[in-house]
């Protein structure tokens, strides 16, 4: 079956994909921070309290929160993931021993009808009973 194969590389395109956003994301807000501070030491204007880079360094840390966010839901979709396949491997496991029950009891069908065939020849005399018990024929004359 294909299918856990299909949903591991869709997993880890996914995966890879949110990593790559969040990494992104992080980037993006530095080179910000980085460019607004350049701004503002470039225009020789005074920084005060921080304001813009102040809310830019807390737009960052929460971006950061995110990219580690998104990595632990992919390892846990990873771990679920792995799970999924180990159910589908016993229970691949499990029909095959059904089938291999199935085909013994075919057989053991097939040998009780052949044993029967086999003793149906024998003829016994009027008055005398056959019995099977606990796998043994016993034959008694009344």
């Given at each position: ?43 020789g204007?005074p ?11 807390n ?20 771990q ?9 491997n ?16 075919q057989s053991m069908?097939?040998q ?16 005398t ?9 016993v034959?008694?004359?009344?």
């Amino acid at each position: 079956m294909a299918l856990p194969a299909d949903r591991d590389d869709e997993m880890g395109r996914l995966m890879k994909a949110i990593n790559g956003i969040g990494d992104g994301l992080t980037r993006l807000v530095s080179d910000v921070g980085q460019s607004t501070h350049t701004i503002h030491h470039a225009s020789g204007a005074p920084l005060g309290s921080g304001g813009n880079v102040s809310n830019v360094s807390n737009f960052s840390g929460i971006i950061g929160e995110i990219t580690v966010a998104g990595k632990e839901q992919s390892s846990g979709i990873e771990q679920i993931n792995r799970a999924i396949t180990a159910m589908d491997n016993t229970t691949q496991q499990n029909a095959a021993l059904v089938e291999q029950a199935a085909a013994a009891a075919q057989s053991m069908q097939d040998q009780a009808a052949m044993l029967e065939s086999g003793i149906s020849v024998f003829k016994l005399r009027a008055g005398t009973a056959v019995t099977a018990q606990r796998g043994l024929v016993v034959v008694w004359a009344q």
